[in-house]
């Protein structure tokens, strides 16, 4: 007896230790997960910027982060993964951003993501699109377009975000280019 | 009554007797037996005529699938022999202290390989400087995202909320005024 005790707790300490990265492998899983990784080669150019922070990674990233920024470490225990694709809008065939933002608005449809905010100037363009999840938020995703800073950036934070904290922390980093 | 009793005694040593098996001591004791017991005299000859037909029997071959039950039989009984041993080191490594220091040992080999898992290839301190990046990224993409509501509700406030909301309801307002005054 004592025996498949002792085998019992040595399951429980593995499973533990492996819970998250096995969750962490199954991120494209996630109903708030949206797969960029066909974007460069629908625009025909490689990414400027190419963010994917999740699983172990991001722990490590929480794990630093609560030493100077507890408030921001918090938030990102709720986030399941970050993903940014970035390119200069110069550097962009203006047809092919059009196909590829219609093919990329299209499956976002499909997969029952709703506009959430979405803003055309003449310099700008914003649309912001949420999944939800019952009452949580499995997802955000960003499409923004700028002229004056010449960027393009496809962003998506998948996890149960509150936006408001999301804002608040957000404003106080600093945002450089690409 | 009696010849029963020494048949019993001796039963289970008829067989090393006739193959000569049985200490010298017992050999003397039984053969001086045989002379007084014709019941145990009648048993040894007829282990002895046994033997002896057993003896001029052909031999035989064991047949294949026989021979080869037999030898996944032994086998099974190895392989659970080495199993059970197994086992019982098994329960004796994690009995007492020795169940938490494995368990430290394995958290420990754990983290190594969390570790080597994040080290990028440049070596000099890797993981920290993939963390400290992927931090910076993540600080980045906030920024982004809180600057691109905030310009967003900017627009939607100056070119939706005021001229078409607080605008029209200021007028209304100031019509409103002059009607009553």
Known sequence: MTYYKNIINLVVILLVISAKPIAAQDITDHSGYVDFSEISSQLGVEADKEINIHGAMLRLVIAAARKDDPELAELLTTVDGIFVRGYRLSGLDVNLVQRQGRTLRAELERSSWEIFLKVNDRDESVQMYVKTNGLDIAGIVLISSDQRSDEMIYLNIVGNIDPEQLSLIGDKFNMGGL | ?181
């Open chain 2, 1 to 181: 009554m009696s010849d029963n009793h020494q048949i019993e005694q001796w039963d289970d040593r008829i067989e090393a007797y006739v193959d000569g098996q049985l200490p010298q001591t017992e050999v003397v004791k039984l053969e001086a037996l045989l002379d007084q017991d014709a019941l145990l005299s009648a048993e040894v000859s007829m282990a002895n005529r046994i033997r002896s037909e057993f003896r001029s029997m052909p031999s035989i071959a064991c047949p294949e699938a026989v021979s080869r039950e037999i030898h996944r039989a032994i086998r099974r009984d190895i392989r659970k022999r080495a199993i059970k041993r197994w086992i019982e080191r098994t329960e004796i490594m994690l009995s007492g202290y020795r169940k938490f220091a494995l368990a430290g040992l394995i958290v420990i080999a754990v983290m190594f390989v969390l570790r080597d898992n994040v080290a990028t290839n440049n070596g000099e301190s890797a993981p920290i400087a993939s963390v400290e990046q992927a931090l910076d990224d993540v600080k980045w993409t906030l920024a982004l995202l809180s600057d691109a509501g905030s310009n967003a509700a900017g627009t939607v406030r100056s070119d939706v909320v005021e001229p078409l909301l607080i605008d029209r309801l200021g007028s209304t307002l100031d019509v409103l005024t002059e009607t009553q005054n």
